[in-house]
């Protein structure tokens, strides 16, 4: 699977919006990019994702760049219970996406 | 139920006990996955099951880790003679097609069982 690379942590001011880098140099032309988060004590929730084009749904914006190599998530209006662990996926189709390859992710801390 | 239900919620084993994880999926669910997350990192692959089906074992560390899904509803996770290195939570996820499906109509993971082994 494709590696991708996130900062380890990050703080963003609540009401504001928090952009979320990843890396994923080596993605190829069938795999997706999957954004989960996790909040203390829970597991892994889906968030957004997508294949080549930008898109938004009632929780983030994922904004992908032409050349696949990286992709933004944003979180438009950061509230308090946006503090969470976000991870950043590639994910093939088919089978050998069956299972999701969790990397480290980003620690993000929303602040009053 | 609603969700994914996991239990115990926490578990603590003596080093060289068994246990045994439970995991309830959605009812009708026919992919269930199990997912290792140690400390401060992000969860593992263990193993996957198509309805009672076990498709996938590939990320169990070892032969002492054994996951069952008898009648492709409820799964067990068992740990045989724990060792220290098991401490983790581990993590159950459930999705309605075969092999997780796409987007939010995908996995729905449950909270978790925490085990220490002291």
């Known amino acids: 699977d494709a590696k991708t690379t996130q900062p380890p942590s990050m703080d963003c001011a609540e009401g504001r919006a928090a952009n979320l880098p990843c890396n994923h140099s080596?993605?190829?032309?069938?795999?997706?990019v999957y954004w989960y988060r996790q909040i203390h004590s829970q597991g892994p929730q889906y968030i957004i994702h997508g294949l080549k084009n930008n898109e938004t749904n009632e929780m983030a914006s994922l904004i992908i760049t032409e050349d696949r190599k990286s992709s933004t998530l944003i979180l438009p209006h950061a509230t308090l219970r946006d503090t969470a662990v976000y991870y950043c996926i590639v994910r093939p189709r088919g089978a050998a996406g069956n299972k999701l390859t969790f990397g480290g992710g980003t620690r993000v801390l929303v602040k009053p | 139920g609603a969700g994914v239900s996991q239990s115990p919620r926490y578990k603590v084993a003596k080093r060289g006990q068994d246990v045994a994880l439970r995991c309830d999926p959605i009812?009708?669910?026919?992919?269930l996955f199990w997912y290792q997350q140690a400390l401060g990192q992000g969860p593992e692959f263990l193993t996957y099951f198509q309805n009672e089906a076990q498709l996938d074992k590939s990320g169990l560390p070892s032969d002492r880790f054994f996951a069952e899904r008898p009648e492709g509803s409820v799964s067990t996770l068992k740990i045989q003679r724990t060792q220290q290195e098991d401490s983790a939570v581990y993590l159950c996820a459930s999705s309605l097609v075969v092999g997780g499906g796409q987007g939010a109509g995908g996995y729905t993971f449950g909270s978790g069982t925490r085990l220490t082994v002291v």
């Open positions: 009812s009708g669910h026919v992919s």
């Open positions: 080596t993605i190829s032309g069938n795999e997706y």
